[in-house]
């Protein structure tokens, strides 16, 4: 923050900001990647999406957004505030090759604001998560149903071509 | 002894070669913390998985 000297002191200077805020805004990408049936690419699990997975409407729905799932990637508190963390929802929009997902982070929130600026890094993918109830798979790995509960920023994606997410 | 204002306050002002102190809470550090940690996961992840490292950007 800017200071002037007047002939009051010391003043901050008009028209500027009180506290400065970081990386935030509006980011998205590919989150879920439709796959050919009959010549599969599968994810690092061996499992792969198709344009006939079931996704009981939430391709084009609204969900939480979290961090890696939900698991510390590390021992200190931070790595568990950022798994313990529920951020807001995340917009789901069906295409023709895949889910698109939009997500905003507020640039005024530390942690979503550390999220922003490791996206802008280039750092993070979308991962998204399902419910072992929920979940159908087939015995070659195709994912049958796969209803989408929440929608995580990662740096391990099981689709590992995925896109990096980036700002809109 | 006067005591001469040369500035109020300059972020990136290092005095004795040591940045202050005071501008970062630990809630900075521990995010600091947080994102060398993600990028590092990052970089291997392009390593292994895509053959690749982020551009522009030194991780180790």
Redesign the interface.
């Known amino acids: ?1 800017a ?1 002037v ?1 007047t002939t009051l002191g ?1 003043q901050p200077k008009a028209g500027g900001v009180l506290k400065a805020v970081g990386a935030g805004g509006r980011y998205g990408a590919l989150a879920v990647r439709f796959s050919n049936a009959l010549n599969p690419e599968r994810d ?1 699990q061996l499992e792969f999406f198709t344009e006939h997975s079931d996704f009981a409407g939430t391709d084009n729905g609204r969900v939480p957004t979290m961090f890696s799932h939900g698991l510390a ?2 021992e ?4 568990k505030r ?1 798994a313990d963390a529920v951020f807001g929802d995340a917009e789901l929009t069906r295409l023709d090759n895949g889910i698109f997902g939009t997500i905003r982070l507020d640039p005024a929130n ?2 979503e604001s ?1 999220l922003a ?2 996206i802008e ?4 993918r979308f991962s998204s998560g399902s419910t072992a109830q929920f979940v159908r798979r087939g015995t070659d790995g195709q994912i049958l149903r796969w209803p989408i509960v929440e929608l995580s920023v990662t ?2 994606p099981a689709e ?1 071509r995925l896109p990096k997410i980036r700002r809109l | 002894m006067a005591y001469v204002h040369r500035h109020f306050f300059e972020p990136d002002e290092h005095k004795n070669g040591e940045p202050f102190k005071s501008l970062r809470t630990p809630l900075d550090i521990e995010l600091e913390e947080f994102k060398r940690a993600v990028l590092v996961k990052a970089a291997r992840y392009e390593e292994i998985y895509i053959g690749d490292t982020l551009p522009g950007r030194g991780y180790a």
């Open positions: 923050m200071f000297h010391w690092l990637i590390g200190q508190p931070i790595f950022f530390s942690m550390a600026d490791l890094q280039g750092a993070l740096p391990t590992w």
